[in-house]
């Protein structure tokens, strides 16, 4: 199921309600909640109609302010259960039969007064016994890292919030394909942006939805971009293929023209920044390597065929000089296949001039083998083989391995603690990064390492730094100077190692991070 929320900022603009239909077409949510709507309860029913949906409920705007409207699409069952001007509570029935509360909220906007927002909430979680989902413009942050630019927030809103959340056991779900929300759209050190629109969910939620996700929608109409909840977003697909294929950067391919055309394509767009360019990296570089590859092995059948033929055919002035040619392009082939596989089966202690592709083919595809999981047995000693079981087990065992019991409140004593930094070290410590220092940690990066998420490994920037270099380094001042958030690039993926030979159960796995 997917809930979808938006400050519109005016659902009365044709423009916004046109926008609004083609982010539901593309997206296709079963609940749509929708905050600054500006216009009377009576004039959402022609919205909900253009919108194809089934249901509605709204709430009139205050004049030109506020405004609420909750809609639902053909077959979801929903009951409202109580609305105010910043919140419609609604009981929602779940496709497999399961019933939890979902909350459109829309935050007040006077800071005076958002201590009463919470007061709100808390009364709606106490006539709810059901699983609970709350999504909308909160207009509030849990910390100045989800804000850039502009004065710092007050530290008491903000743990008025985080005490909120924490007493009524809830998760702030963080989305996966970005972090701001909303901007001012100002020019220069005027811009601010935040991360104001989310979903928050109870425990239960997490716990009996293990694959959901959310997304921003980028749009172009207001100032707050729209989020989506999808409860099996992040679910494996029943499809035929190993679901954890995904785009990596080949070191073998960095002398081909193709790929730096592509590359110096990318980054010589001035207009984006150096995390849309990565991206782009992923979803132009990714097709052409997988063609690549398939057109490299069909060409190395054909110059196959071409030096028997040269071989064994009859001789003409220019034999020679094409069997040179072809022998040539086979070893170069050869040499591509070798790095391609070779990347793949990440040994370190690979010696220049060694050729045992085969070797390498078989130590990649081992490894791939090794690592997936067919079946795994749960805390009961029941066997599982569905994806989505298996998933459910490794969630569930994390989730009760990694809860703390830590007293936040404990202060730790630092008098007894003695004081080693001096001025001199002070001021390095508090010294601007240099280009210098950057390019000193970036080389000692072992560039065969595992990629992150966005497939780029360390051998990706080495290949191309005459062309993606001053990007990176004004990156990562922007990020060590706290001009921007380390978020954007610290997502990781987490692999499971197994510590046995079969290993049949969690505790049979370690986890790491690759990042």
Not at 79 to 98: L, T
Not at 206 to 226: C, G, N, V, W
Not at 232 to 242: A, C, F, L, T
């Amino acid at each position: 199921m997917k809930f979808f929320c938006w400050n519109c900022r005016g659902i009365g603009n044709p423009a916004i309600v046109r926008e609004l239909k083609q982010l539901l077409v593309a997206n296709d949510p079963d609940i749509v909640f929708l905050c600054e709507t500006k216009i009377h309860s009576n004039a959402v029913s022609r919205v909900r109609s253009i919108c194809r949906m089934e249901g509605c409920l709204a709430v009139s705007s205050d004049g030109k302010s506020g405004g609420l409207a909750l809609m639902w699409r053909e077959g979801v069952r929903v009951m409202v259960q109580n609305y105010s001007k910043y919140h419609i509570d609604a009981s929602v029935s779940m496709e497999d039969g399961e019933t939890l509360r979902f909350t459109g909220f829309y935050g007040q906007a006077d800071p005076r007064s958002r201590q009463n927002a919470w007061d709100m909430l808390r009364r709606v979680k106490s006539r709810n016994n059901e699983k609970w989902i709350v999504g909308g413009d909160f207009n509030d942050i849990l910390n100045n890292a989800k804000k850039e630019g502009g004065r710092r927030k007050p530290k008491t809103l903000m743990d008025e919030f985080a005490n909120f959340l924490d007493e009524q056991n809830l998760s702030d779900v963080k989305t996966c394909n970005g972090w701001y929300t909303w901007t001012n759209n100002r020019d220069g050190k005027g811009l601010v942006k935040e991360r104001l629109d989310r979903f928050i969910v109870s425990d239960a939620v997490m716990e009996s939805l293990p694959f959901l996700i959310t997304y921003i929608m980028r749009q172009s109409k207001s100032d707050h971009e729209a989020i989506l909840l999808d409860t099996e977003g992040s679910k494996p697909k029943n499809k035929n293929i190993d679901q954890r294929v995904r785009f990596r950067y080949d070191h073998c391919w960095a002398k081909e023209k193709g790929a730096r055309d592509i590359i110096n394509g990318i980054w010589s767009n001035r207009e984006r920044d150096s995390l849309e360019k990565m991206e782009s990296v992923r979803v132009k570089l990714g097709p052409w390597q997988y063609h690549r590859y398939r057109n490299m092995k069909t060409r190395i059948k054909e110059l196959e065929k071409e030096i028997s033929r040269l071989m064994d055919g009859l001789s003409s002035d220019q034999s020679t000089s094409l069997l040179k040619d072809a022998r040539r392009r086979l070893g170069h082939l050869h040499d591509v296949d070798e790095r391609y596989w070779a990347t793949r089966a990440r040994s370190q202690w690979l010696k220049d001039g060694d050729r045992n592709t085969c070797y390498f083919h078989v130590r990649a595809s081992g490894r791939r083998k090794k690592n997936y999981i067919e079946w795994l047995k749960d805390t009961y000693g029941i066997w599982h083989e569905d994806k989505k079981e298996i998933c459910d087990i490794a969630w569930k065992y994390f989730n009760e391995l990694f809860k703390t019991s830590i007293n936040m409140d404990d202060e730790c004593n630092l008098q007894a603690v003695p004081e080693c930094i001096n001025d001199e070290i002070n001021r390095k410590l508090n010294g601007e990064f240099t280009n210098e220092e950057i390019l000193r940690a970036f080389n000692q990066m072992d560039p065969r390492k595992a990629p992150g998420i966005d497939g780029l490994s360390g051998s990706f920037f080495k290949d191309h730094w005459s062309s993606v270099g001053a990007d990176v380094l004004l990156l990562c001042h922007d990020i060590l100077q706290g001009s921007r958030s380390a978020v954007c690039v610290n997502e990781r993926l987490i692999v499971l190692i197994p510590k046995i030979k079969n290993p049949c159960e969690m505790v049979n796995f370690r986890p790491i991070s690759l990042l």
